[in-house]
């Protein structure tokens, strides 16, 4: 076994490969070749004299070996980043903090962390995107994340099977709820009988990978009826005041509704809880930066569970 021959290359395919979950994906985000990549990690597997990475149909999952490489070439790789950031950059340079969050929560609780940071932190860089709740757990065990906001539902099981397992909080636990059009017979009462949904018309998320049929009820005893599948959580509101169906919504997208849309809590069955969660990696000491960031997420979130009052217009 030599690592010394491991290339930084190498060690940034590997963790590209560890983040996006697949060869493919990974060569799509590095701009290599998937033989490009292939090649990169037989060049680690040889060097440490083992197999990092488990291939399945579905993708990739790293070995005992794999989560051992990718914890330290993590560190390695950070700190030749941030060698780059320093030399580039003016002495005092503002800290960052690497931030992500599944769909929903960018809608509302992100913008007003952000904006509550701006004026209490002004010199703190946060740098976001946006992915679905199993990729942003690889990019924190990747790496690439300081932190991550994570949706999860009943029977609210760990983010992940990995070990160790990420250090997890919870900032909210709320009632999914039904965005209906204004113009909608259920619209007119307080909330809706999980009875009345049978028949119903749904918008829903994609219909294969991570998202399922999110959008639709859960546990409806027949065959949804989906009108539209749209990714995205306005284009699903907006779809709803057009009248073309019903979708589920976390209690915090109540604050986005557009006009013609009444949020709902639904009635009946059982409760569909969902978790907001704030995740980090487990044997990191997370920074002065972090913990402010996780501070601003924290009052968000709870400044965020008061519905906001039904849109009237069209």
Do not use: N
């Not at 790496?143 to 099977?161: I, K, Q």
């Not at 997370?286 to 009237?312: F, I, K, N, S």
């Amino acid at each position: 076994m030599d690592f010394t021959d491991v290339s930084l290359t190498a060690l940034r395919v590997f963790r590209a490969v560890a983040e996006q979950g697949t060869f493919t994906a990974a060569a799509a985000s590095l701009g290599y070749t998937q033989s490009a990549v292939s090649r990169q990690i037989a060049a680690i597997e040889r060097a440490v004299g083992a197999q990092l990475l488990e291939r399945r149909r579905d993708g990739v999952r790293l070995t005992a070996a794999g989560r051992v490489v990718l914890r330290r070439a993590t560190i390695v790789l950070a700190e030749i980043e941030a060698i780059g950031r320093e030399l580039s950059g003016m002495p005092g340079q503002a800290a960052t903090v690497r931030l992500g969050w599944f769909p929903s929560a960018g809608a509302v609780l992100v913008p007003r962390a952000l904006s509550a940071l701006h004026h209490t932190d002004p010199g703190l860089r946060v740098i976001g995107r946006e992915a679905g709740t199993p990729a942003l757990v690889r990019a924190l065990r990747a790496g690439s994340l300081d932190l991550a906001l994570l949706a999860s539902a009943p029977p609210f099981r760990p983010p992940d099977a990995e070990s160790p397992r990420l250090a997890v909080q919870t900032l909210t636990e709320r009632a999914l709820c039904l965005a209906v059009p204004l113009t909608h017979p259920l619209a007119r009462g307080d909330f809706v009988d999980v009875a009345d949904l049978r028949g119903q018309r749904w918008i829903a998320g994609s219909t294969s990978g991570e998202d399922g049929l999110m959008g639709v009820w859960p546990g409806l005893d027949e065959r949804p009826e989906i009108a539209h599948t749209a990714r995205d959580w306005l284009a699903k509101l907006h779809l709803v005041a057009a009248g073309c169906g019903l979708t589920t919504v976390p209690a915090t997208l109540a604050h986005a509704a557009p006009p013609g849309v009444r949020i709902l809590p639904v009635h009946g069955g059982p409760q569909e809880q969902r978790r907001l969660l704030l995740a980090r990696l487990p044997h990191r000491s997370p920074d002065e930066a972090v913990l402010r960031v996780a501070a601003a997420l924290r009052a968000a979130a709870l400044d965020t569970g008061t519905p906001a009052p039904p849109h009237h217009g069209s």
